[in-house]
């Protein structure tokens, strides 16, 4: 394996061997996850565009990539940075290696560090950007990249679909348009289950455009980077709601609160893992939740909105979900389709089709 290090932008160094792609130097925002498995579906998720994960479970690759798990069709991931990575899988499912999917992609990946001390780096410090690089190059000079770099705007046109696509089932009871933000391949294969045609549209697509292809419900994906970059989903929003029921997810969730008036705002250092505790304000259930964002909406500036608070996290007291009866609206900001608790995905979902179907009636 390549030699390579890892320089932070508050001038740590870490040196490590490289699998993957052998790029002599890959340069973005550095974030954590705390999941103990998954991490083919965190390499897949559009939402890690332009980011690199450091891993925080100490072994990676030990079950390799299968066919049927991906959540996108591309990797927007720039680096992934583990403790050990196995190159030997031992499941009777995986096609490939993690090393081969990220060469295969252009994604670095490094090993051999100790992923503890980068954590709590970022948890003590926040997000910050950090290049991973051949261990030859001079460190002094790659500061100053990173401290010129600016984290790019355009990564839901990035990653969403460039043009309309389908995802039917048999004997389906409704029909859902999905705004594609970056949406994850679960949140359909959910909505198929569930008895929902959907139609997945590019991020841009407007109102008009929507509202003539009849949809039961309009449902606003996932996706990567500052909801604030993408006012005119904002605007569609506004035009749909009150006419179909709408369901938003992470970004999605973000976009519609802006909709509405509401702000939102970076946060210290994110949440990604699978392990958030989740309270349901109305019913008083706890749900423990997958995550992977690091906007939230500002609570405060719901107060003059008509979306009130459903959800809280349990760990920081932010804004986990919104409602709004008048407007058929059901947000929030976790991955229900994640279901790291087996009922998450069916309630939460079936509340969105349960709208659809008091809507119609």
């Known amino acids: 394996m390549a030699k390579k290090k890892l320089i932070l932008a508050n ?35 559009p939402s890690y565009t332009d980011q ?6 100490p072994l990676i690759g030990n079950y390799g990539i299968t066919d049927e798990d991906y959540e996108s069709h591309t990797i927007g991931l720039k680096g992934m940075i583990v403790r050990e990575y196995n190159d030997l899988p031992s499941n009777f499912r995986y096609t490939k290696t993690l090393g081969e999917l990220l060469e295969e992609n252009s994604v670095a990946g490094i090993s051999g560090v100790d992923t503890r001390m980068i954590t709590r780096i970022i948890r003590n410090q926040g997000s910050m950007t950090a290049c991973i690089c051949d261990a030859h190059l001079d460190t002094q ?3 100053r990249e990173l401290a010129e770099y600016k984290q790019p705007t355009n990564q839901v046109e990035k990653v969403s679909c460039k043009k309309i696509w389908y995802s039917r089932t048999p004997n389906h009871i409704y029909s859902v348009v999905a705004v594609d ?40 994906s996932n996706g990567p980077g500052d909801p604030q970059n993408l006012p005119e989903i904002a605007q569609t929003v506004r035009e749909i709601a009150g006419k179909k029921p709408v369901m938003g997810v992470c970004l999605g969730h973000q976009i519609i609160c802006l909709a ?38 500002d609570e405060k500036s719901l107060k003059n909105t008509c979306l009130e608070v459903s ?18 609206i059901i947000s929030v900001q976790f991955h229900p389709e994640s279901a790291p608790g087996p009922i998450d995905s069916a309630e939460l979902f079936g509340d969105f089709l349960k709208a659809i179907k008091e809507y119609k009636n």
């Open 141 to 143: 000079e790659i500061l």
């Open 181 to 220: 933000c970056g949406i994850k391949l679960n949140m359909i294969r959910i909505l198929n289950e569930l008895g929902c045609n959907v139609t997945i549209v590019p991020y841009n697509t407007n109102a008009q455009k929507i509202l003539s292809l009849n949809p039961d419900g309009v449902f606003f």
């Open 311 to 328: 959800h809280i996290n349990l760990l920081d007291k932010t804004v986990e979900g919104v409602k709004s009866k008048n407007n058929n």
């Open 260 to 297: 509405f008036g509401a702000k939102t705002y970076k946060l210290k250092f994110g949440h990604r893992g699978g392990n958030h505790p989740v309270k349901n304000i109305l019913s008083g259930k706890v749900y423990i939740t997958s995550q992977n964002h690091s906007y939230a909406v």
């Open 52 to 57: 690199m994960v450091v891993m925080t479970y």
């Open 11 to 45: 001038g740590k160094e870490f040196f490590c061997e490289g699998f993957g792609a052998n790029s002599q130097k890959s340069m973005c925002e550095i974030v954590f996850n705390t999941s103990m498995a998954g991490y083919q579906e965190i390499v897949s998720d």
